[in-house]
Every structure is written in C-alpha cells, then in structure tokens.
C-alpha cells in the first residue's frame, strides 16, 4: 500500500532537514580541512635537530583524525530525528563521535598552524550531543566545550606564539561558523519538531472526525432501534394479553408489529448504506478474503475501474451480494470474479461452480435474495444498476452446477485496480 501523502510529506521534511544539518557540518568541516591542508602544504618536512617528529607528520596526524572527527559527525546527525532533547543514541557512537575530537584537540597543541582549527571538532561533536540532551543539560555541555575551545586557543597561542602562516585569514571565517554551528542546529531541529507536531495534531482531527461520525451513527442508529423496539414491545405484550379474549384483535396486532419490524429493518439498512459505502476495490479484496476463508478458491482478474462513483458503488454492491448469495446458497469451491473493459463499457463477471439442487429451481430474482424489499436480491442490484445505465444478467448450467452473474455499466475514464 502507498504511504499517505501526510506521511510522505513529513518523511520528506526530515530529508530536508538532515540534509540541510549535513551540508552545514560539511561545508564547515571543508573549511578547517582546507586550512590545515594550507598549514600541511606550507610546512618544511625536513627533521627537527633532536629527532622528534617533523612538525609535518604531526600536522597530517591532526589532519587525518578531522577527517574521521568528520565522517563520524556526519553519521551521527541521523539520530537527530528524534529532535531537541530526545535523548542519546547508543554509547558506542558517542564515544566514537568524542574520541577523534578530543585527539584532534590534544594533538593540535603541538602541531603547528591556525590556533582554532584543532579545537573546533570537539566544538562541533558537543553541540551535536547538546542537541539530544534537556535545556539544563545542553547549556552545561555547549558550556564545558566554549571553555575547552577558549583554553585550547590560549594554551596553543602561549606554545606557538601568534597564529602565523597562511591560515591566519581563516580565523574570522572559522570562528564564525563555530559560532552559527549551535544556532543552526538547535533552529533546524526546533523546525523538524514543529512539524511533527503539527502532523500528529493532524492525526488527532483525523481520529476525532471518525469518533464524532461514529457517534452520529449510534445515535441516529439509538433513535430508529429505540422507537421500533419500544412500539414492537408495547404491541407484542397487547396482543398476548388480547390473544385469548380476542383473537382477532391478537391478530391484527400481530400483523402491526410485523410490519413495524419491517419498517426497522428498512430504516436501519438505508442507513447502514448511507454510512457504510465501501470503496469498490476494497469490496472486491473483501470478497475474496471472506470466500477464501469459505474454503472456495477465489480468483480476481481485474482490469480498468470505472471512473464514475456511482458506478463504482453499484459494482460494489453487485459483489456484496453475489458473495453473500454464494456463501449462503451454495457449495462452491472455486469462484471467479472478473473485470474488463471493452467498447465504453466496464462488465463485472463473477461465477461460481456450486449451486445446489434448491438454487436451480428457485426463481433467478428471488434466489439468495434474502428479501424481497427492494435494494436486495438480483431484482434491487438491476434497478440500482439501470440508474446509473447498466445492466444485469445472469446464466446457469444446473447440470454442471454453475452460476455466472454479469453487471455492466458505462465507462467514462478509467484507473488501474
């Protein structure tokens, strides 16, 4: 089944935050890997007198563990989607998500080049795990990691002196970027929780529209079985007390009572199908679901469906009944229900191979009727049919014991099944 189009749209507000998360983290990150790619390129790789390691390697150390500082942030951008405040995934990831920062941090006070860059990966892992945690929490996290970039800055510029080198002109832009990167997230994930509000206050109104029109149904349901049964009641205890000392007048109410339980009966089925219209694919997964579980082996070859409502719900009733008439008047143990489209026209076949010796001579409108009122039996599906300009027609082989029903009605457009 295709998801709903609400469905669809939130799924695809979340695409776009992420994506507009993501790309933030990146292009940030493409900054401070450039400018330690600059500090790389720009330093000499010749050995230090004493044989420590070359200022070089330690930048490219520095520069290879931003890179996975990079690639973990990334990934862990996917757990946001529980929003502001929803709580840390796994432990692993975070771990994961903190080691290579706090490296990059540690590793960058003695590898030269820009004072910022080496702090910022462990700025920007904090303000991920802060978006996840509560209010109080996320200020002490965002808090703790402001100090550790302003004291990884201070310990760098006493070791190294004043940033030097080419990297210099990217400290406005850095820092910028280092600023926004909280703002940003914590806007993004505030607007992704809007959202799904909203569709959940939309689900809301779904389900109180269905509860309120069940209501309507009960209580107009309430008012016709009410007044029938409590009429039916009365007249039922009148003629008893009468059925001796007046058998006539017993009579006459009896036949009363009849007719009110009639009229209840009416009543309750026009508005059991004012309520309850089915759509017309729905009806027909309904009926072979319901002869399956007969132990008739049902098969559905469907093409084109009218485009027409009224079409449709007159097809749909063509079903119904034909499922109902098969279940009750028959031993059938396959059932075929087709649909095709040919010349404007849109015909409905559906046969079965087990009428019985009862149904083979009971008259065609009557049989597997249940009723003769009309709106039931093969005679009511014909006049709701002939309203919207189809036909019905039925063919029997009592021999082979098997019963086709045919309905057609006129095509306008169609749409696959």
């Given amino acids: 089944m295709p998801a709903e189009p609400a469905a669809r749209s939130v799924h695809t507000t979340w695409l776009y935050t992420l ?3 993501v790309f933030f983290f990146g292009f940030f990150d493409l900054i401070v890997v450039l400018a330690m790619g600059e500090t790389v390129m720009g330093l000499e790789t010749r050995p230090t007198a004493s044989g420590a390691p070359r200022p070089a390697d330690l930048a490219i150390a520095v520069l290879l563990l931003t890179l996975v500082a990079t690639a973990t942030q990334l990934r862990y951008c996917w757990f946001l989607r529980v929003g502001r405040g929803g709580g840390l995934p796994h432990p692993g990831w975070t771990a994961a998500l903190i080691a290579p920062a706090v490296l990059v941090w540690i590793l960058g006070l003695a590898a030269p080049g820009e004072a910022l860059t080496a702090a910022v990966p462990l700025w920007a892992a904090a303000s ?3 978006a996840l945690l509560p209010k109080t929490p996320r200020r002490l996290v965002l808090l703790a990691a402001l100090i550790l970039t302003v004291t990884h800055v201070a310990i760098f510029t006493a070791l190294h ?13 850095i820092g910028l ?9 914590l806007t993004s ?5 809007v959202v799904v509000q ?5 689900r809301t109104a779904a389900e109180l529209a269905v509860t309120q029109e069940r209501l309507r149904f009960a209580s107009d349901l309430h008012d016709i079985q009410g007044h029938h049964l409590q009429v039916i009641s009365l007249k039922s205890e009148l003629a008893e007390r009468l059925l001796e000392r007046d058998p006539a007048a017993a009579r006459e109410l009896v036949h009363e009572t009849r007719m009110i339980a009639k009229e209840a009966l009416e009543e309750t089925r026009s508005l059991v199908a004012g309520y309850r219209k089915v759509a017309f694919d729905d009806e027909l997964e309904n009926a072979r679901e319901v002869l399956t579980a007969s ?5 559905l070859r469907l093409g084109p469906l009218p485009a027409d409502a009224a079409a449709q719900s007159a097809l749909a009733s063509v079903v119904r009944e034909a499922t109902t008439n098969i279940l009750r008047h028959s031993e059938a143990t396959a059932v075929t229900i087709a649909l095709t489209t040919d010349g404007g026209r849109c015909e409905l076949r559906i046969a079965n191979d087990g009428i ?4 083979a001579s009971a008259p065609p409108t009557s049989r597997g009727a249940g009723s003769r009122t009309p709106g039931s039996g093969l005679a009511g599906l014909r006049d709701r049919l002939a309203a919207v300009g189809g036909t019905l027609e039925h063919d029997e082989d009592a021999s082979a014991g098997t019963f086709e029903l045919r309905a057609t009605v006129p095509v306008r457009a169609g749409v696959v099944a």
Avoid: K, Y
């Fill in 19 to 21: 994506a507009s998360i």
């Fill in 177 to 185: 970027f280092a600023v926004m990167l909280p703002i940003m997230l």
């Fill in 161 to 173: 002196g004043a940033p030097a080198g080419p990297q210099s002109s990217n400290t406005f832009m």
């Fill in 189 to 193: 994930l505030w607007w992704w929780e």
């Fill in 295 to 299: 132990g008739a082996a049902c098969e």
């Fill in 356 to 359: 019985t010796t009862a149904d």
């Fill in 128 to 130: 991920l795990i802060a």
């Fill in 198 to 202: 909203l569709d959940r206050n939309r």
